[in-house]
């Protein structure tokens, strides 16, 4: 089964937020909720850089280990998703996760705030899929439609990838070398742990 990722190629994004508003609009967001944002580091000096950030789906994801209800579950495709009935909004997953991707719905006092949202991969929740609850606590549901994520699908200069693990990697790898950055590359030696003349 394949392992579904994000990758925002950073000498790509521009910084337009489609992606932000193509979330927020295909799954409702409420007002103040961001499921998915874009950082831009270095702002106005040489080597500025843009990278759109949600939820990365981690392989031993820090939200779930300190979940006190395990509300937190893998899919088959590695995805991380969460059950909003077994959340009690406590906020250790806003806490422990290094992507700030769980967030309140609401701003107000401590237990007020309702329960936790983040990014689904557009893969719903753990209700029945196509559903009409389904929808109304997680978004609409792409992956069971045979689809990707609409964020990556509506990155007009493809700065942001979606899908299999390894095609991205494949992807990633390819520009870079086309670039002829190699291993120069910002994070090439963290995502594939090895150098590479060009």
Known sequence: ????????????????????????????????????????LNDGNPGERSISMACMHCTDAPCAAVCPVSCFYGTADSLVLHDKDLCIGCGYCFYACPFGAPQYPRIGNFGGRGKMDKCTYCAGGPQQDGTP??????????????????????????????????????????????????????????????????
């Open 133 to 198: 609850v389904e929808y109304l606590q997680y978004g609409s549901n792409r992956i069971a439609e045979g689809k990707l994520p609409l964020c990556a699908e509506m990155c007009s200069t493809k700065a942001l990838l979606a899908g299999d693990g390894d095609i991205i990697a494949d992807i990633y790898r390819e520009r870079v070398q086309m670039r002829g950055f190699g291993s120069g590359a910002w994070g090439w030696r963290t995502a594939y742990k090895q150098e590479l003349t060009v």
């Open 1 to 40: 089964m394949a392992r579904l990722k994000f990758l925002c190629d950073s000498d790509r994004c521009i910084e337009c937020n489609a992606c932000v508003t193509a979330c927020k609009n295909e799954h409702e967001v409420p007002w103040g909720i961001n499921r998915r944002r874009v950082v831009t």
